[in-house]
């Protein structure tokens, strides 16, 4: 079977407006239509990396918008929809009218560019509307010429898989627990059971057909608080052509032409390995990674490796691909490039990714249809048959015939009646099946029809009445749900109300009897029904509040609708007002911004943007966590926690975005990280749903329930910062420094010493010190860093120990750990030898401060005196309403602030006042600055040579950075 490499494309899209708010830089460049290259942000001076594929698309730039809004190219370079559409697009086609089976697949990071090749937005078609436009073109003008026997049928098919279940995107029904069932057939491979099949018969009943399947999964991702980029979509057409072949014979080609918009790529930890305790416990991204395990499987094979296992049956997603990467298919991938620098990790795997599927090969069949095969071989053996009649060859065949047990000419007319019964059998199973064809067809078009006349119904009332649309994070799903507020009252509810609400919701938080929303000539207002949750504009509506156009509404967590009102958004427009329409990202920057933890000044620093996006990532996710552990009754409250570089003992860098899982029964609280709070929310979401499909063990094993921590998990209580300036004066300090929690509130003191020593670790006398720290250079120096104690540790603790770095050392050091609940002893004494001090030595002890992190264990049940009772929700209200006036609970319920750059105690300024007073002192006294031979002796006994000359250099500093680090002593 002739063989072929699957087609690879990448195509990289233009700025998205918050990369060219922050300036982004563009790292990918295209030097001709086939080379791809990409450059490392972090060294730009660098050769590039650099890729070859089939296709290398530029979307770039260089392109300008017509008045209907398409994109068409300004310069030669710039692929539009049109070019990647005859490229790829026709390809598929051409092959599909040949008879093979073809697949089309879009990978990528969310947000790359996925949904913009294979579906387009509005006039930029992409490549499935655009296949479908043109294969009815191409039937239509085959119709025109064809024989009454060619028939031509098309139908459709639309599934999702999201955290590995199937759902079908073609009905309404919910889908049975678990999802459809995927089964191996014979010889169509896996196939999923009970599949809705459309019969389509234009290009308007097909865009219809994919319209209804987005807007199901819209509802679904919605109610099921699922994340649409987590979700694989695919589209499946069947193409069967009847046609009578060259030779006269009834032909029946089939063809499969799956169209597959992959989930997101990026990698649920994007910062390298997580420590989390439930890190493989999530499906969500099991068929991405098999997908990947299999195409890394199938590019060593055609590499020529032996024995190479394709693990196509680890996942629904391979299992339903397998054909389109590893048998009868003509497959293209397109991979969606992001072009921003801060992209760079994904990018750079995405193309990876495409630079392995390349070396794929597949061997693409003509399918024809068994049964005309059959009809035709039996038809060629009748004729040959009578032909052998005919001409007088009976005796021939008898004597073949009897060979086989047969011997007479009635035999031969009794094998010639068989086959001619077979032959009727056959063709009259193939007009039922045409019969039911045009069944399914005629009701599908009357559908079709029925369909499109209540969206022209819709589309009508939605100018003049008004209403609510949906709002998502991906823009395909935006707007697919439209609920009017007719004149009157309407209430807002899930289905468990009676009589079902005119406005239906289901999903997290949503109550029977949410809302209602009242149309009072055109007045249109909404209030809050049963205690549940809406927000207006990012607040909370308290009351009955008055609707006006554009508004934000968000029912519970996460229904997020925009509401418009036709009349209202006239009168603006008279006004002279400029009438913006809501984006996704707008409406989570004012979440972010009515959440308190973002400043509002207006210039922002890269960092502060990237904060910003994380931030708008993370605040709906906390809030969707903290409502699930309200309606499961976890008794646990997420909070975002914003962490200076400093509080993680860095110098500088960006603030980190921490979530803290709080148990509201007593005070014990474990710290996630951004990667692991995602994967935690996973299983949340993976546990809600197995609550809603009414599993009776929905609920986890405590090892496996993303809501719960051991106790035993330590955490980190606080921080110390401790100037190593009196090291640099030579000078002891012995000092009560404050630790700080990540919120910045004062959570105890360490007792800190800082002795510096002579060559035998005697402490240095009174009267030697330095003038200024410049005088170390070259010089050994040693000093003991002591952590005496804590005092003053919260209660909840059972266990502590600290840990810190000082200068260069790579590995932390921890201390003991003691068991003390309030004050704890750790008699720690490092000894600390440096044979020569650098300048950068220098530079770290004058300026910069040792972090001492401190952290511990909690007791099983936290501390006994806040122990609470009552249900999450409550638990939750008590805990808002006792922040008091300091604390302003928003949406995601936060009341924190960025940890303050750095926790008081004494500060550097007071430290280095205390240290010109020691010196002072001293010279009062008749003392004078350190004697020099000391320190050179120190420093021969310890290396038994002269001091090393000062680095001349840059990278001599550079060099002598790493030897002047002694080992050090314990
Ligand atoms: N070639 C392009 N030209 C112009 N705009 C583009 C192009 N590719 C993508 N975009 C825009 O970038 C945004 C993100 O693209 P898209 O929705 O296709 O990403 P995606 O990879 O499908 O994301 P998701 O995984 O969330 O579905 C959209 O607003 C889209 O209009």
């Excluded at 063809?255 to 499906?283: C, F, H, P």
């Excluded at 209660?795 to 502590?800: D, G, I, L, S, Y």
């Amino acid at each position: 079977m002739p063989e072929e490499n699957v087609k690879v494309a990448v195509r990289v899209r233009p700025f998205n407006s918050r990369e060219t708010t922050r300036n982004a830089v563009a790292i990918i460049s295209m030097p001709n239509s086939q080379q791809t290259e990409i450059k490392d942000p972090s060294n730009l001076k660098a050769e590039p990396k650099k890729f070859a594929f089939d296709y290398s698309y530029w979307s770039h730039d260089g392109y300008t918008e017509g008045s209907d809004g398409y994109l068409s190219p300004q310069s030669s370079k710039y692929a539009d929809q049109k070019k990647v559409f005859n490229d790829l697009g026709l390809g598929v086609l051409d092959n599909a009218w040949k008879g093979y089976n073809c697949s089309l697949f879009a990978y990528g990071q969310t947000g790359s560019g996925k949904s913009y090749s294979m579906v387009g937005y509005g006039n930029n078609k992409g490549i499935v509307p655009l296949a479908c436009e043109e294969l009815f073109r191409g039937i239509d003008e085959k119709r025109k010429t064809a024989d009454k026997d060619d028939d031509f049928q098309v139908t459709l098919s639309m599934l999702e898989i999201y955290n590995e279940q199937v759902r079908d995107l073609l009905t309404t029904k919910a889908p049975g627990k678990g999802g459809l069932k995927v089964r191996q057939h014979p010889s169509k491979g896996f196939v999923v059971e009970t599949l809705t099949t459309a019969s389509v018969g234009s290009y308007a009943q097909i865009e219809n057909k994919i319209n209804e399947g987005t807007r199901n999964r819209t509802v679904a991702s919605t109610n099921m608080n699922a994340t649409s980029s987590r979700a694989h979509t695919i589209v499946a057409i069947t193409f069967v052509q009847k046609q009578k072949n060259e030779a006269g014979q009834n032909m029946t080609k089939t063809s499969i032409i799956n169209l597959v918009d992959l989930a997101g790529s990026e990698r649920a930890d994007s910062t390298g390995a997580t420590g989390d305790r439930l890190k493989e416990g999530s499906a969500i991204n099991q068929s991405l990674s098999t997908l990947g395990n299999c195409i890394k499987a199938l590019a060593d094979q055609s590499m020529g490796k032996k024995k190479v296992m394709v693990p196509f049956r680890d996942s629904v997603l391979t299992k339903l691909l397998q054909n389109a990467l590893g048998g009868n298919s003509k497959t293209v991938m397109i991979a969606a490039l992001s072009p921003a620098d801060i992209n760079y990790d994904e990018t750079l795997s995405t193309l990876r990714f495409a630079d392995r599927a390349k070396a794929i090969r597949t061997s693409a069949v003509i399918n024809e249809s068994p049964t005309d095969k059959l009809i035709r071989e039996l038809r060629e053996e009748n004729l040959r048959l009578m032909e052998m009649l005919k001409t007088g060859g009976v005796a021939a065949v008898g004597a073949a015939a009897g060979a086989a047990g047969a011997g007479s000419s009635q035999e031969v007319e009794e094998m010639k009646r068989q086959m001619e019964e077979q032959m009727a059998a056959n063709q009259r199973e193939l007009e039922d099946m045409k019969k039911s064809y045009e069944q399914r067809m005629k009701e599908s078009q009357a559908e079709s029809v029925g369909m499109l006349e209540a969206e022209k119904k819709k589309a009508a009332e939605r100018k003049v009445t008004p209403h609510f649309w949906n709002l998502s994070e991906d823009p395909a799903l935006t707007a697919m749900i439209i609920h009017f507020c007719r004149e009157g009252t309407a209430k807002v509810g899930n289905k468990n109300a009676s009589p079902v609400p005119e406005i239906l919701m289901n999903g997290l938080s949503i109550q029977k009897e949410h809302a209602q929303v009242t149309n009072k000539k055109g007045v249109v207002t909404i209030k809050s029904l049963s205690g549940s949750k809406i927000t207006v504009n990012g607040k909370v509506v308290v009351g009955e509040t008055e609707l006006h156009h554009n508004d934000r509404v968000i029912f519970g967590p996460n229904h997020l609708y925009v509401f418009h009102h036709p009349q209202d958004e006239a009168k603006q427009i008279k006004a002279g007002k400029a009438v913006e329409t809501p984006t996704y990202d707008s409406v989570q920057q004012e979440l972010a911004k009515e959440s308190g933890l973002m400043d509002n000044n207006s210039t922002k620093s890269t960092d502060d943007l990237l904060l910003q996006e994380t931030l708008i990532q993370m605040l709906p996710m906390v809030s969707e966590a903290n409502a699930m552990s309200e309606e499961l009754d976890k008794k646990v409250k997420f909070e975002i926690c914003l962490v200076s570089p400093r509080a993680r003992g860095l110098a500088e860098g960006p603030t980190e975005v921490m979530v803290k899982m709080k148990n509201l029964m007593n005070s014990n609280y474990w710290l996630l990280n951004r990667n692991d709070f995602i994967n935690r929310k996973y299983l949340m979401q993976e546990m809600y749903q197995s609550y809603m499909e009414g599993d009776s063990d929905w609920d986890k094993p405590k090892e496996q329930d993303p809501f719960w921590e051991p106790h035993t998990t330590p955490v980190l209580i606080g921080v110390a910062h401790i100037f190593m300036q009196s090291i640099a004066y030579l000078i002891d300090m012995d000092e009560s420094m404050v630790i700080m929690d990540l919120k910045g509130k004062d959570v105890g003191h360490l007792l800190i010493e800082l002795v510096p020593c002579d060559a035998k670790w005697n402490n240095l006398k009174e009267d030697v010190f330095v003038d200024d720290p410049k005088e170390l250079k070259n010089k050994a120096l040693n000093f003991k860093f002591i952590i005496k104690g804590a005092r003053g540790i919260p209660a909840n603790f059972e266990k502590t120990h600290c840990s810190y770095k000082i200068y260069l050392d790579d590995k932390p050091t921890k201390t003991e750990e003691i068991k003390a609940s309030i004050n704890a002893d750790y008699k720690h004494e490092r000894k600390i030898n440096f044979k020569s001090v650098t300048d950068q030595l220098i530079k770290y002890l004058s300026e910069d401060s040792v972090t001492v992190e401190l952290w511990g264990t909690q007791k099983e049940d936290g501390s006994k005196t806040s122990l609470a009772a009552g249900n999450t929700r409550d638990l939750m209200q008590r805990e808002k309403s006792s922040l008091g006036a300091g604390g302003t609970p928003n949406a995601a319920g936060n009341s924190l602030s960025p940890t303050p750059a750095i926790a008081s105690g004494p500060t550097a300024e007071q430290l280095a006042k205390q240290i010109q007073e020691k010196i002072a002192k001293a010279k009062a006294k008749g003392m004078k600055s350190v004697p020099i031979e000391e320190i050179e002796s120190t420093l021969a006994n310890l290396t038994g040579a002269p001091a090393p000359a000062p680095a001349k250099n840059a990278k001599g500093a550079a060099a002598n950075k790493g030897t002047s680090r002694a080992c050090i002593l314990q």
